[in-house]
């Protein structure tokens, strides 16, 4: 019987890389920081240039540092914010193992739920911050500007809710649900007619959680319906070509 185990070989840009991600994530750099320029990292890790490079890669892959060229260049540390889970969330729909009913799905369990716990915290600033964006809802009528605007409500309602995991959540869904029907290019007053959140927002500042829930529910409904609707519309035209 063997009594050593095979040694596992670390790569060494592995270690730096995991190094440089534990002093981000830790704080040790701050978004918007720079982090030690190439030369200074060699000198630090005592590695090569090769072994420097390949873990700065690794990192910006990881979404956490932008690479930028020229005098002031280097690798900067990025905001962390929710579009981390919603670029992974990207890869598996490109990959055929997420779909739109999956996410219209999940986004009917969440967001009546999230509205509710809206009008539980509802504070009169942030009323005023609903009522706001409603009354911008068509300030444009170009698309895509119109979905932003009228996305502007959901956003809030998810900051609202009190809790970071929930509003990352339903901002990333929003995201992709951009991502996924911005080909279908529909009409912005067809997918999401203006004045639909009048109600919610009236439920939300009032406190009045039942309803605030029950309204994004039906509001969700009508806007799952539209959808199909206009991504038929251009599965058929796609298939007239
Ligand atoms: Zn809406």
Known sequence: MHIFKP???IKASSEVGQQLKNA???GEYRAGDKLPSERELIELFQVSRTVVREAIKSIEAGGLVEIRQGAMGGAFVKHLTFERLSDACNDLFMMGKLSLPELCQARMLIEPQVARMAARNCTPEQ???LMEANSHENDSYAYPDTVALRSEVHYLLA???GNRFLEAIVKSLLIL???QTIKFEPPTD????LGLHGVIIDAVIANDEDKAEAEMFAHLEDFNIRLRKIECKYLDKQRSL
């Open 7 to 9: 040694i596992k070989q």
């Open 24 to 26: 981000i994530l830790g």
């Open 127 to 129: 009323a005023l911050a």
């Open 159 to 161: 900051e609202m809710a």
């Open 177 to 179: 649900l951009r991502n």
């Open 190 to 193: 067809e997918i999401h007619p």
